[in-house]
């Protein structure tokens, strides 16, 4: 078994899985990530795969294949999303079908396959990515916010389920973040959401790093089931 802890961040290509990926990297973790398409960047103890979450079979090689080479794993961070703005009456579907997929079933699958890795060694830490979509019931985000309310359900049945096999969950839910998912939602819509936080002021990748990085310290065993929502909404 290395000595090195290892985390497992998905769509670490962009945005705020990046930030968290690079995060680890720094603090000492080897780091494996995903997405559907190639990495756009490389770092020293980075293995990027090329994996959907929302496919079973391509997780669970993707978790084994961690497994196999590392012999542990310490965290997982379900980042992997997507989003979609718009009137629920304009809104198809798929898109629905497509965000559960992604958010709901996509953390589901990750976070499965890697507590059974984790429980080996009875020490683990999983981190789901929210959204303050959910406590502020944003319009225009009603299959969006859908999703996220699950996945924030899932990561306090997670905490109970995975509590006897030392391992924690816990969600963080980001305040609007400048990243490729914003592009093409309208400013006045960014300046809305904004105004309804007690912060009126974008997020940034760090504030998320940050609170990521405190869930995953070794000290923090005793919190779980927690989701912590950002910019005060
Ligand atoms: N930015 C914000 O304002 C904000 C606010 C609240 C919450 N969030 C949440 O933060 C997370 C990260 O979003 P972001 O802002 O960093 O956006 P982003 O830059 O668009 O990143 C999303 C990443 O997820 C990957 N991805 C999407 N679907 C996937 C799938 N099925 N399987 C594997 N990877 C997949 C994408 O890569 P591929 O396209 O290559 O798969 C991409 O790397 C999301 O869960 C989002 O809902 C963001």
């Known amino acids: 078994m290395g000595d090195r802890p290892v985390a497992f961040v998905t769509g670490s290509r962009t945005g705020l899985g990046r930030a968290l990926a690079e995060d680890f990297l720094r603090r000492g973790y080897a780091v494996e990530g995903c997405s559907r398409s190639p990495a756009e960047w490389t770092a020293d103890g980075y293995v990027h795969h090329e994996a959907d979450v929302t496919d079973e079979s391509a997780v669970t090689r993707l978790v084994l294949d961690i497994a196999r080479r590392h012999d542990r794993l310490d965290v997982a961070v379900n980042n ?3 989003a979609s703005m718009n009137h629920m009456l304009l809104t ?3 898109t629905l079908d497509r965000l559960l997929a992604t958010h709901v079933r996509g953390t589901f699958l990750v976070s499965r396959e890697c507590a059974k890795v ?3 060694r009875k020490s683990g830490r999983i981190v789901n990515i929210s959204s303050v979509a959910v406590p502020l019931r ?3 985000e009603a299959a969006y916010g859908t999703a996220k309310a699950a996945v ?4 306090r049945v997670m905490a109970r389920e995975f509590a006897p096999f030392g391992i924690t969950c816990n969600a963080v839910a980001p305040a609007p973040t400048d990243t490729a998912l914003l592009r093409g939602v309208p400013p006045h819509k960014i300046e809305d959401i904004l105004a309804r936080l007690a912060l ?4 940034r990748p760090e504030d998320v790093v940050h609170v990521v990085a405190f869930l ?3 000290a923090s065993a005793c919190i779980t089931g927690q989701v912590i929502y ?4």
Do not use: F, I, Y
Request: hydrophobic share 35%.
């Open 80 to 82: 992997a999303g997507g």
């Open 152 to 155: 924030e359900h899932l990561t």
């Open 230 to 233: 950002l910019g005060g909404a």
């Open 118 to 120: 984790m429980q080996h």
């Open 92 to 94: 198809p579907v798929a």
């Open 200 to 203: 009126h002021r974008m997020g």
């Open 216 to 218: 995953t310290q070794p």
């Open 138 to 140: 944003l319009e225009g």
